[in-house]
T-cell receptor, first 113, second 114 residues
């Protein structure tokens, strides 16, 4: 069965600094997708970044990038130049053919000025 | 803007009194999902519709039902809410049910059970 583990319940960062959120996963499939979703307080969950497992190149979206280590089953999210609006709960998720999207328990990120 | 809309945003019901939550989408996506999210926890999938085909998760209680009368709308019915059903209920859509398809979430309905 798929599992997704986020070992950091809470993280904090100062504005303009860089922070990395950790995620590990377990799957028996060779083809799957990994996602980071952001859920701000009282606002809807939105996709931050998506990674296809068969692609070696790490995905990037502006200030957000991932470090995808397939052999280690690790998928960390790096946020550069952190902004106050980045404060949210971040969920790592994994999806493979025929199964539901499996979420980790989330990491709450706080950003201070 | 194309989006996923949930109504109401906040719902208060009494123990055992049936309640219906609503979701609509303007994305014309084939798949609609309902998740339950308890405080500071990961969303838990209850069920999903692929077009008109209903797919229930194995551990979803019978107390939870769903209807999808057309492509745009999907409803979550809780027949006899218990105190343990108090949660945020998230609706999401995706174009298809392939592993790479991005899910688009609504803002959620926060259900309180008195």
């Amino acid at each position: 069965a798929q599992t997704v583990t986020q070992s950091q319940p809470e993280m904090s960062v100062q504005e303009a600094e860089t922070v990395t959120l950790s995620c590990t996963y377990d799957t028996s499939e060779s083809d799957y997708y990994l996602f980071w979703y952001k859920q701000p307080p009282s606002r809807q969950m939105i996709l931050v970044i998506r990674q296809e497992a068969y692609k070696q190149q790490n995905a990037t979206e502006n200030r957000f990038s991932v470090n995808f280590q397939k052999a280690a089953k690790s998928f960390s999210l790096k946020i550069s130049d952190s902004q106050l609006g980045d404060a949210a709960m971040y969920f790592c998720a994994c999806n493979q053919a025929g199964t539901a999207l499996i979420f980790g328990k989330g990491t709450t990120l706080s950003v201070s000025s | 803007d194309a989006m996923v809309i949930q109504n109401p945003r906040y719902q208060v019901t009494q123990f055992g009194k049936p309640v219906t939550l609503s979701c609509s989408q303007t994305l014309n996506h084939n798949v609609m999902y309902w998740y339950q999210q308890k405080s500071s926890q990961a969303p838990k999938l209850l069920f999903h519709y692929y077009d008109k085909d209903f797919n229930n998760e194995a551990d979803t209680p019978d107390n939870f039902q769903s209807r999808r009368p057309n492509t745009s709308f999907c409803f979550l019915d809780i027949r006899s809410p218990g105190l343990g059903d108090a949660a945020m209920y998230l609706c999401a859509t995706s174009r298809d049910h392939r592993e790479g398809d991005t899910q688009y979430f609504g803002p959620g309905t926060r259900l309180t059970v008195l």
